[in-house]
C-alpha cells in the first residue's frame, strides 16, 4: 500500500461519523463537476436540425465553477487537518466553517440556473443536465455534515503553547518560562528591613559553644579528698 493510501486510511479512522459525512459530501461535490452539467443546442448551418453536446462543470470555468471546486477542496483538506491532530482555531468551529461552505456553494450551483454559460452559435441555447442536479444536492449535504458537527461541538485540538521571542523580552506580568536566578546579595537586600537592617537571625550551638558553659560554682578552694564534708559557705550561715 502506498504512502498516500495509508495516510487517507488512517484519517477515515480517525475521524468521527458526522466528519466522514462531510468528507464524503465534498469529494461527492468534486467529483459531481466532472458530470454533465449543461446540454448544449446549435443548429447546424445549412439545415433545420439541432446538435447537442454536453458540458461539465469545467467546460464552462467561471467564478461560480471555480468558487464551487475550491469549498469541496478547502473542506477535504481541512478535515484532513484535523484526523492528523493539527492544531488550529477556525472562527466558529469546524462545524459552522462546513456549514457556511456548503450553502455557499448550494447557493452558487443554484445562482447557476439563471445564469448558464455563452453559447456560440446559431440558435444556441443551454439546458441543465442531470449532473448539475447531483452537485446541487451534495452541496445541500455538505451544509447538512457541518450543521451536525456544529451541533456536536466537539473540541477542538489544543493550540501549542506560545514559545517567547528573544526579540522582545517579557513583562512584568508575563511568566518568562525559566527559573529566575537571584544573587545572594540581592537576597540579602531583599530579605533585610525596610531602614536597611537585617533582621536577627538564630544560631545554632557550636562545639565551642558547649565548653564555655559550665554549672559549676567557680571557686578558690582546693578540691575534695575522698570523705571529706564540704565546708559551709558564708551565704550560708
Known sequence: MS??????????????HDQRFAGGAAI??????????????VIVAGTRSFASDSISAFGAVSFVEAAIFLV???????LLARAEKRAFH????DGTVIFAAGLWATALIFYRVFDRP???GQGGSVGIQWGFFVAFLTAGA??????????????????????PNPDH????????????????AARASSSSEPDGRRPPRSRAVTREDARQLTF????????????EIPRARDGGR
Open 169 to 184: 523580552p517579557p513583562g512584568p506580568d508575563e511568566p518568562t518560562g525559566a527559573t529566575e536566578v537571584v544573587p545572594r
Open 142 to 163: 455538505l451544509a447538512v455534515a457541518g450543521q451536525r458537527i456544529r451541533a456536536a461541538d466537539r473540541p477542538e485540538p489544543r493550540l501549542p503553547a506560545a514559545e
Open 72 to 78: 469541496a477542496a478547502g473542506v477535504i483538506v481541512l
Open 118 to 120: 455563452d453559447v456560440s
Open 28 to 41: 461527492g461535490l468534486l467529483l459531481a463537476m466532472f458530470l454533465p452539467w449543461y446540454e448544449k443546442n
Open 216 to 227: 559549676d560554682d567557680p571557686s578558690d578552694e582546693p578540691p575534695l579528698r575522698p570523705g
Open 90 to 93: 477556525l472562527p466558529g468551529g
Open 3 to 16: 504512502q498516500g493510501a495509508q495516510r487517507l486510511r488512517a484519517a477515515y479512522v480517525a475521524l468521527d
